[in-house]
């Protein structure tokens, strides 16, 4: 990409300038909910609005979910467009179901409100657990917004009879872009996004608004050039993490071998640290060892076995709800993951 198809956002506009991006009701409700908007959001606001492509790199806590998604609102609700009109893409079905739980309740907050009070946004959510009747029930009645991950994006891009779901498509949001520029999902996903652009049922000359959205991505020039491909311009917009980290590296084991000895010399170490929190959240380099830890754990402890839980893709969808559920609400002493509650989780 050319260097000056990127251009760097330096200064944040002023509250007033971002707030006027938005619709009048849907601004003093977010006044009302947040008072004032974040820098994330000052940026994003007034760039999405403008139409153009972001890549918005900020920390954990920053908005970031609503610095994408209200001025996108805004728009809809103003210029109300039957169809599909966004198009939300995550790494992780977990992620997809935490930010359609998050959008639904702020729809449900602005239906109280006038001019909002037959407000009904439909919202989808297409992963791997869907099921056919709601994917058919997608097609035949687009959402205005849906929810889903780079496999089932390309599935319903395989599908001859789903190009007309995208032909209305305005909007793409990548979630946690970081975790698929370089690699074979990213790589997907670019084409992806490529044939999105070229279906022939696309109005011509109006090309997606990409958004990229991350916290911890570097080198920004690199992730806009994927987030747009070649020869686009992209603007980025960087908010620093000024919350101090501590790392700590802790080799444990000489041997790799799973034996009874080994988890139970690993549960010993770990009880320093599920003695010290409410919740342990604790990930593995695989599901079977998350399996053979919860296990282990549960045995070791019994009454409050109830209070630990495993959570990875090959279980069930409905468990793997009922885990992150718990897990949020903080029913949950320690849940075992391999890399699926890994991002972006509330």
Not at 281 to 287: D, G, P, V
Request: proline letters at 6%; charged letters at 20%.
């Amino acid at each position: 990409m050319a260097s000056d198809a990127i251009h760097y956002l330096t200064a944040a506009p002023a509250r007033a300038v971002a707030e006027e991006c938005l619709l009048p009701a849907l601004r003093a409700w977010f006044a009302a909910a947040f008072r004032e908007p974040t820098l994330a959001q000052r940026y994003a606001w007034t760039t999405i609005f403008h139409r153009q492509n972001l890549l918005l790199s900020s920390p954990t806590g920053s908005g970031k979910t609503m610095a994408a998604f209200l001025p996108i609102l805004s728009t809809i609700l103003a210029e109300p467009t039957p169809g599909l009109q966004c198009l939300y893409v995550a790494p992780l079905k977990a992620l997809c179901r935490d930010v359609h739980v998050n959008l639904k309740q702020i729809c449900r907050a602005l239906q109280g409100t006038a001019p909002f009070d037959d407000f009904d946004l439909r919202i989808g959510l297409r992963t791997g657990d869907t099921s056919w009747r709601v994917r058919q029930r997608q097609l035949s009645e687009p959402p205005a917004l849906l929810l889903t991950t780079p496999e089932s994006l390309a599935q319903l891009l395989a599908n001859p009879s789903a190009h007309e779901l995208f032909r209305t498509v305005r909007w793409v949001i990548l979630d946690e872009i970081h975790a698929l520029v370089g690699n074979k999902r990213g790589a997907d996903l670019a084409v992806s996004l490529e044939r999105l652009e070229a279906l022939p049922q696309r109005a011509p000359g109006s090309p997606l608004q990409r958004i990229g959205l991350s916290a911890t991505c570097a080198p920004l020039s690199l992730v806009a050039e994927f987030l747009v491909g070649c020869q686009r311009p992209c603007t980025v917009a960087a908010v620093r993490d000024r919350t101090e980290k501590h790392f700590a590296i802790e080799p444990l084991f000489e041997s790799l071998e799973y034996s009874p000895s080994w988890l139970a010399t690993l549960l010993d170490r770990l009880d320093c640290e599920l003695a010290a929190n409410q919740t342990t959240l604790i990930f593995t380099n695989t599901r079977n060892l998350a399996e053979r830890l919860t296990w282990a754990l549960r045995r070791r402890y019994p009454e409050r076995s109830d209070e630990i839980a495993v959570h990875h893709s090959a279980i069930s969808a409905a468990r793997r709800r009922i885990v992150e559920r718990r897990l949020k609400h903080g029913r949950l002493w320690v849940v075992f993951s391999s890399t699926s509650l890994e991002m972006g989780i509330d």
